[in-house]
């Protein structure tokens, strides 16, 4: 798994933010630090609450400077209704080939479901150097981060 002090994997993934464009993690530094919020899948209850908690605290991120990018296995079609939904006004990434998941060693299955490798609930602080500066990751999907920790993390950056 990705942790604090490693390098960020790099990708490149469909952006969903009211249309459909390309995200490059690499091309992106430049907004660090980047916040990757993933969750396992949109329109869900635990997930839509994550995301409107990040969206309430959009302000307080990006007067930290901070770029905030949600990240899940969904398609950019079904994230752009969700984020359309929600209201959000931050971007949504695309893992529908489920690269970024591996990449970060975060994939998670509810088999009983037949869902398979979807993203585990966790958040990465990326800095401007690609390096993550803070990683929470969630074996419950129904456990939320302390959104109050990723802030702080944004905040020792800015």
């Known amino acids: 798994m990705v942790t604090t002090g490693d390098s960020a994997p790099d990708f490149t993934a469909p ?19 980047l916040v990757l ?19 309430d605290d959009l302000e307080a991120f990006e007067s930290a400077g901070a770029a905030v990018y949600g990240v899940s296995v969904d398609s950019p079609f079904a ?9 959000l006004e931050f971007d949504l990434i695309s893992d529908a080939d489920k690269e970024i998941t591996e990449a ?6 509810f ?7 979807v993203a ?7 800095d401007s150097d690609g390096t993550v ?16 920790d990723v802030l702080a993390a944004v905040e020792t950056l800015a």
């Open 111 to 117: 088999a009983e479901l037949g869902v398979h490798d």
């Open 133 to 148: 500066q803070y990683a929470w990751i969630s074996d419950d999907p129904g456990v939320e981060p302390e959104y109050d």
């Open 37 to 55: 919020a993933f969750f396992p899948g949109s329109f869900t209850s635990v997930c839509t609450h994550e995301m409107n908690a990040f969206q």
């Open 104 to 109: 970060y060693d975060i994939q998670m299955d």
């Open 79 to 87: 994230l752009n209704e969700f984020r359309e939904k929600l209201g």
């Open 15 to 33: 952006l969903a933010n009211g249309d459909i464009d390309s995200f490059t993690l690499s091309d992106r530094l430049d907004e660090a630090p």
């Open 120 to 126: 585990k609930r966790s958040v990465f602080v990326v």
